[in-house]
């Protein structure tokens, strides 16, 4: 699955089907079996203790549409791993990664299918966590956070069925976050793209510089607020929903309203094409058109430009995401889970363990093919990503994530379709000048409130 700055995912109506399911954990039967997701389970998979076993047996490794760029890299992870485990096979699953993939890792789940070992995002994780399909890493193996950043370690702590937050998945990889734009406009607007803005409000500014600047011309960025919650609010800490994550908050933050406000003031002045206001396009074809100043926040982004836009791209720098009141940041990485319903669970967590060390992960993301950075900190240390040479984007676009990661922050609400599709609205109806600031926050949060009801 490739890494991007998500916005939005389909963790609610995942979890609302799983929870519908009458998923969870049980203890020992009296035949000494357990249930995992309501699926018949070794009891060593479950509870406390550390898992034990030999490593042996076949288990499926799943991944989303990986297998035609790095076949030849996965698969000798694969034969590198059963030379290191004789008695132990690992088939190989390449998920096409098209619309339905989610409906079927839960189909999956509850026919207890679930791939010993899967690739999964933050939504999925969380879902699977909740409904109890995948081990619980910090109880069976308590010493599987020693090679990660601290931050991504953290970011894998999910909520199982009793709201305890519980290490269910090993950080994989995370494609950073960052500014790309364009330098002759910025200049044209009077900013320095030599010192990017330190705040979302900041980078706000900029845009109405450029919108002032272009008198329609050109434009900052795209309008459609999909692209921007709840990363922008996740990025300010914004809390959008409460700890529990049964209701809204964000409408208590003042800094919600301040925002709204920005993007209808912005999008009135002209700083994003009126037409991009409900539309799913990106920035990346008016970028490489030299029609936007700000391109995607994702680092592959610049090799996309290179590849389609070579003019654009000798114009194209890489900065800073505005830090704000969270530091270095990044959206969550992909994961790596290992099932707890797997019949050879020892084999799957160290098969897990195996693709996600220090040595592979630094491998992979060498590759020429992908543009992507690791999650353990020896990998970060690698000579590859702390002495980048060249001064071309893509390769300070390498240097500037890399230095970022050791200290980032991975945190990522996790919203509904519908949840927030029901904000995106709202903000629009202010953009469009139909709804104040202030009651289209407040709608908002009413909204996604009854949808939280709704799915209990």
Known sequence: MRATRLTGSVAGLVALILTAAGCGLSGGSDDGGATAGGCSVDKGNIGSGKLSGEVKGQITFQTTNLKKDFGDFFNGVIE??????????????????????NQRTVADAQACTLPDVINVDSPTATALTKAGYLLNLGVKDPDAAEPFVPAFWKSSTMKDSSGTSVHSV????TGGVLLTYNTDLLRKAGIDPAKPPTSLFGLFADYEKIAEAADGKYYATMANPVWRIPADWDQMNIKTLSADGKSAVFADDPRTVQWVEWMAKLYKEGAMPKDSLSSSNDPSTLYSQGKVAYGSTNPSFVRFVKQNSPSIYAKTGVGQ????????????????????????APTALAFAKFLTN??????????????????????????FFQQVS??????????????????????????????????VGQVQLAMQGKKSPEQAVKDAQDKVDELLKQAG
């Open 321 to 344: 995401q505005p830090f704000d009141a969270l530091g270095h940041t990044t959206g969550a990485p992909q994961y790596i889970a290992a099932a707890a319903t797997s019949k050879n």
């Open 170 to 173: 090993l950080p994989w990889y």
């Open 80 to 101: 590198a791993f059963e030379k290191a485990h004789p008695d132990a096979s690992v088939k190989w699953i390449d998920d096409p990664g098209d619309a339905t993939f």
């Open 358 to 383: 220090a040595e592979n992960q630094t491998a992979w993301c060498k590759d020429p093919s992908v543009v992507i950075f690791p999650t353990t900190t020896a990998s970060l240390d690698d000579p």
């Open 390 to 423: 060249g001064d071309d984007p893509f390769s300070e676009a390498r240097k500037l994530v890399a230095e970022q990661l050791k200290t980032a922050t991975a945190y990522q609400t996790n919203l509904s379709t519908a949840a927030q599709n029901a904000i």
